[in-house]
């Protein structure tokens, strides 16, 4: 499968919704909608590379209403094999707010899908709360998995801490679990550096898997080290 084609899919999916809101999204600090374009050099989700060790584009844009109600799209190239699909495009709608003045609740729906092969698409509801915009805990659930049938939960906890000259460290340790013994339940985690600079953000991150996640995936959980390279507002 062709790197370039992974690349020029995500792009040709998301540039058209990003080109009309980009100007605009920088004149208006208040502005609803949010984009962002990142260049990856591995997509990694929930530690397993999702284009084959190999960099891609990702980009996305967001409407958020004043009341915490959001929807956007998502999209990036993916490699699964011979036959697959070269792109990812996600559909997800939410809805934030406060809890309190320390605790925030997001609640999502998102739905995967892979043009040229509907046969991989699903749903996933997914919940976050953070505390004090600094630890959170995220719950994921699917009765369709990979769109097999088989419902899915994923658990993580996070955070982030401010470091000297403006950089952030971040970490994540997440355990997915599944049914009907369709793949073994795994543990996954990932720390990571970034700065901003601007609309600018630069992150370098090391992700990896326990023996459950390699044993499922081969070489594509194995610990690895990804780069990214971000524009957005």
């Not at 952030?168 to 985690?189: C, H, M, P, Q």
Request: glycine letters at 12%; aromatic letters at 14%.
């Amino acid at each position: 499968m062709n790197h370039a084609t992974r690349c020029t899919a995500a792009v040709v999916l998301c540039a058209a919704l990003l080109a009309p809101f980009a100007a605009s999204a920088q004149d208006e600090a208040e502005s609803p909608f949010s984009w962002n374009v990142t260049g990856v050099s591995d997509y990694v989700f929930r530690g397993v590379s999702q284009t084959d060790e190999d960099p891609t584009i990702q980009a996305g844009f967001t409407y958020t209403s004043p009341v915490g109600l959001y929807a956007g799209v998502w999209g990036s190239g993916v490699d699964f094999g011979d036959g697959g699909p070269d792109a990812e495009v996600d559909y997800l709608i939410g809805y934030a707010f406060d809890v309190t003045d320390n605790v925030n609740l997001d609640l999502l729906l998102n739905r995967y899908t892979y043009p040229g092969s509907s046969e991989l698409a699903y749903n996933e509801f997914i919940t976050k709360t953070t505390f004090a915009e600094q630890y959170s805990l995220t719950v994921t659930y699917t009765n369709d998995v990979f769109n097999s049938g088989t419902d899915a939960w994923y658990y993580a906890v996070g955070g982030e801490w401010a470091l000297p000259q403006d950089f952030t460290l971040s970490a994540n340790v997440g355990r997915s679990t599944f049914e009907e013994g369709i793949s073994k339940d795994y543990t996954d985690w990932n720390v990571g550096v970034s700065r901003q600079f601007g609309l600018f953000n630069l992150g370098l991150g090391y992700y990896g898997t326990d023996g459950n996640g390699r044993d499922n995936s081969g070489k594509l959980a194995d610990n690895r080290v990804v780069f990214t390279v971000g524009i957005g507002q």
